[in-house]
T-cell receptor, first 111, second 116 residues
Framework: GENVEQHPSTLSVQEGDSAVIKCTYSDSASNYFPWYKQELGKRPQLIIDIRSNVGEKKDQRIAVTLNKTAKHFSLHITETQPEDSAVYFCAASSNFNKFYFGSGTKLNVKP | NAGVMQNPRHLVRRRGQEARLRCSPMKGHSHVYWYRQLPEEGLKFMVYLQKENIIDESGMPKERFSAEFPKEGPSILRIQQVVRGDSAAYFC??????????????FGPGTRLTVL
């Protein structure tokens, strides 16, 4: 089955700096890659997603890049704000079936 | 615009009791997924259901766990004879369509199960 690895496990940045979270996957059949943000005690919320026919997608301060050959994808957050502090999870899926999640990155944005 | 709903939000059980977790998908969604999240860990897939059908239960423990999504009413995840290791947050997600259809999953608020 699919194996998704996520790095780093914790990330601390200064407000205004950029944050990058990286994930790798093992199954070349995976073709959908969502990113979720989870605040303490809350539900995971979809923040951006990318499909395998696209190399990059951007939504305001958030962007995701996908390298199918290397089987890795990354989340980029620019101009970070304290409210960006949360745990971020990447996931991979084949044809929108079950999602395989990474282990999470705890992002701390220091004011 | 009601999202995915789960109840109860918190559930405390003693070892050996049964736990029933309920999930109502978003309006118009007919596909339900259950995930388990241990503290400080990611979400692990358990089971994928459509109305009256289990599509994929490859992540579900073989014993004590079962799930259903009846024609009417919410999806239910049932854990019999709970043990301390079952303590976790259980999240339900729903999508409008499933495999191959290109629709993502939206999560409920979760049920936090504590086994004493």
């Amino acid at each position: 089955g699919e194996n998704v690895e996520q790095h780093p496990s914790t990330l601390s940045v200064q407000e205004g700096d950029s944050a990058v979270i990286k994930c790798t996957y093992s199954d070349s059949a995976s073709n959908y890659f969502p990113w979720y943000k989870q605040e303490l005690g809350k539900r995971p919320q979809l923040i951006i997603d990318i499909r395998s026919n696209v190399g990059e997608k951007k939504d305001q301060r958030i962007a995701v890049t996908l390298n199918k050959t290397a089987k890795h994808f990354s989340l980029h957050i620019t101009e970070t704000q304290p409210e960006d502090s949360a745990v971020y999870f990447c996931a991979a899926s084949s044809n929108f079936n079950k999602f395989y999640f990474g282990s999470g990155t705890k992002l701390n944005v220091k004011p | 615009n009601a999202g995915v709903m789960q109840n109860p939000r918190h559930l405390v059980r003693r070892r050996g009791q049964e736990a029933r977790l309920r999930c109502s998908p978003m309006k118009g969604h007919s596909h339900v997924y259950w995930y388990r999240q241990l503290p400080e860990e990611g979400l692990k897939f358990m089971v994928y259901l459509q109305k009256e059908n289990i599509i994929d239960e490859s992540g579900m423990p073989k014993e004590r766990f079962s799930a259903e999504f009846p024609k009417e009413g919410p999806s239910i995840l049932r854990i019999q004879q709970v043990v301390r290791g079952d303590s976790a947050a259980y999240f339900c997600a729903s999508s409008r369509a499933g495999t191959g259809a290109g629709d993502t999953q939206y999560f409920g608020p979760g049920t936090r199960l504590t086994v004493l």
